[in-house]
């Protein structure tokens, strides 16, 4: 079992910048991939960014590429999701997820994620 907590969601005006939190309890943190998913209003869920166990590398989604960083501290079993240069269509629930059998894999499809945060709210004001 996994728990995650994510966090540092907000309002925030178009430009800004955010930087989301999730901490995660219960497995080996380190021996798994996380990723982080958004869901706007009346819009299916969406990849935004993943990272495999060690850190060592990272996949984004287009619309976010160059405006998010997505990391982890193994040591505080914390993923980040930092994002710059928001805009108003960034608006949506945001989840972070742990693939449990993705330790070295980027995957964008979240049926391959096992475990799910409640999710944080950001909204972006024009």
């Known amino acids: 079992q996994v728990q995650l907590v994510e966090s540092g969601g907000g309002l925030v005006q178009a430009g800004g910048s955010l930087r989301l939190s999730c901490v995660a309890s219960?497995?080996?943190?380190?021996?798994?991939?996380m990723g982080w998913f958004r869901q706007a209003p009346g819009k299916e869920r969406e990849f935004v960014a993943a990272i495999i166990s060690s850190g060592g590398s990272t996949y984004y989604a287009d619309s976010v590429k160059g405006r998010f960083t997505i990391s982890r501290d193994n040591a505080k079993n914390t993923v980040y999701l930092q994002m710059n240069s928001l805009k108003p269509e960034d608006t949506a629930v945001y989840y972070c997820?742990?693939?449990?059998?993705?330790?070295?894999?980027?995957?964008?499809?979240?049926?391959?994620?096992?475990?799910w945060g409640q999710g944080t709210q950001v909204t972006v004001s024009s």
């Open positions: 997820a742990a693939g449990t059998y993705l330790q070295t894999v980027l995957v964008v499809s979240a049926k391959w994620y096992d475990y």
């Open positions: 219960g497995r080996t943190f380190s021996r798994y991939a």
